[in-house]
């Protein structure tokens, strides 16, 4: 795996891997000690143009934790401020010797470009790119349901909300498809796209029918910053339809789990008891998020590392 740009580009043994590998990795959290040498001399870069709380600290716990460098960018209090282009960026970031960059950006493709331009030899991983993907939420989404599921083949998952908008539902359906499992997108039809032919899933506008049928929810978040008021529905309107409250819960399979990527609209997609409840796993996807990343940076780096040392 040289880099990380859709989850479209895994394979189902490839998919299969990365979690094996992440369970591995998970095991590490449990341990007083929780460093692997892996990656040592190593740099890895997170490059973030779009703000992040769980992404971009967990890359960088997941590339400490396997001994790399890491080198933290954000565009604010950056020369981006002053008009550097990603070009100038991604060059003084190879001058540097990055070995991989995370890239987050607000336009869709932005870590496509990276990879793909020629403007840096390292490996590029998509750490959410607009509104286009977001494939290591995907892996981590995953990891949490398998852990909870075991095979997610046959699974029903449910993706709930502002599938518009997310990255994180079109790499989750994309990866959740690769593993076997029957998804369905539920949203206004305000907030999902107007061709879907290429999604591989099934789409409700009625989130109650829906819910007795779900082994997993995941509640998407309202981006109200990319959208604007002309179509979105009031709030009050939006949590009555399509919040996941206490009463829904109760809709849900015994052994069903909720999910939300974060951060969340506590009270709008999501009440705060249902957060709060033992069927959330949202704190735990936090912790696998930390194992699926250092499965990734292992994946792409370790096997040059060896190579080299070969040499
Ligand atoms: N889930 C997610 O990408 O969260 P952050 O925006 O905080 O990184």
């Not at 979105?232 to 949590?239: I, K, L, M, N, Q």
């Amino acid at each position: 795996m040289k880099h990380l740009l859709s989850a479209a580009d895994l394979s189902r043994d490839e998919a299969d891997l990365v979690l094996d590998t992440a369970e591995e990795m998970r095991s590490l959290a449990d341990r007083p000690i929780k460093k692997l040498p892996a990656l040592r001399g190593r740099t890895v870069v997170n490059l973030f143009f779009e703000d992040s709380t769980r992404t971009r600290i967990s890359f960088e716990a997941a590339a400490k934790r396997l001994s790399a460098d890491v080198i933290n960018f954000s565009a604010k209090g950056s020369s981006v401020s002053k008009g550097e282009s990603l070009k100038d960026t991604a060059l003084t970031l190879q001058a540097m010797g990055a070995d991989a960059v995370v890239c987050r950006h607000g336009s869709s493709g932005a870590p496509h470009l990276l990879a793909k331009s020629g403007w840096m030899t390292g490996s590029v991983v998509n750490a959410g790119d607009g509104t286009h993907e977001h494939p290591t939420q995907a892996l981590l989404d995953a990891f949490t349901m398998r852990r909870h599921l075991g095979s997610l083949e046959g699974r029903r998952i449910t993706i709930v909300g502002d599938v518009l908008h997310s990255r994180v539902a079109r790499s989750n359906v994309l990866l959740l498809s690769t593993l076997g499992a029957e998804v369905t997108v539920v949203a206004p039809p305000t907030l999902l796209p107007v061709d879907m032919s290429n999604w591989p899933c099934g789409t409700s506008y009625d989130f109650d029918s829906v819910l007795p049928k779900s082994d997993a929810v995941m509640m998407l978040r309202v981006q109200r910053e990319r959208m604007n008021d002309a179509y979105f529905p009031s709030a009050r309107e939006y949590s009555r339809r399509y919040g996941l409250d206490r009463n829904r819960m109760a809709q849900l399979p015994d052994e069903a789990i909720v999910l939300h990527p974060g951060p969340m609209n506590r009270g709008m997609e999501i009440s705060a008891e249902v957060a709060d409840s033992t069927r959330s796993v949202i704190v735990e996807q936090v912790t696998n998020g930390v194992a699926i990343r250092m499965a990734v940076l292992y994946l792409m780096l370790s096997g040059s590392n060896e190579e080299e040392q070969k040499a």
